[in-house]
């Protein structure tokens, strides 16, 4: 279900002023600070590989793991989605899918450098020990300024 985030500007006199949209040169940006600050879009997301690519030759923007240990593809678009977007997060979501737990460990590790192992990462993100089971579902996520009703209707 689409979120519509409305930002305002508080000026002198508690005087309102909502912040029209504006469109981002790049989409690398958006995934650049996400990748640093995940919270943006949801407290509950550990990212655990950013351009991931997929066995058929795709590039997940971000892949992360929730608070359960289930993988969430977050894809990105800095402007309006095109329809087939849908088909582009729902090919990554088949892929995701067969990913064992040793894969997710092994590539999150790698991904996690200095700031890993995994099992350190998850604890200190969600207070909570690494599961025992890793991607027992999944999720994907579109973040963009705009769905077009296409998408929207197709997700829904």
């Known amino acids: 279900m ?5 930002i305002w500007e508080v000026y002198q006199g508690d005087r309102l002023a909502e912040l ?3 469109r981002l040169d790049l989409e690398e940006r958006i995934e650049i600070w ?7 879009i949801s407290r509950d997301l550990l990212v655990i590989g950013r351009q991931v690519r997929t066995s058929f030759g795709g590039i997940i923007d971000l ?3 929730d608070r359960n240990g289930d993988a969430v593809i977050v894809e990105l678009k800095r402007d309006k989605t095109p329809r087939d977007i ?4 729902l090919d990554y979501a088949s892929w995701v899918r067969d990913l064992s737990s040793s894969w997710i460990v092994e590539s999150a590790d790698q991904y996690l450098g200095n700031e890993g192992p995994l099992e350190d990462a998850f604890e200190q993100q969600f207070d909570e020990p690494l599961p025992e089971t890793l991607n027992g579902h999944h999720r994907m996520l579109i973040v963009a300024s705009e769905l077009d009703l296409s998408t929207e209707r197709i997700l829904n």
């Open 20 to 22: 029209r949209p504006a």
């Open 34 to 40: 996400l990748e640093q600050d995940i919270s943006i």
């Open 63 to 65: 892949l992360c793991l």
């Open 2 to 6: 689409p979120q519509n985030v409305r």
């Open 86 to 89: 849908t088909a582009q997060v």
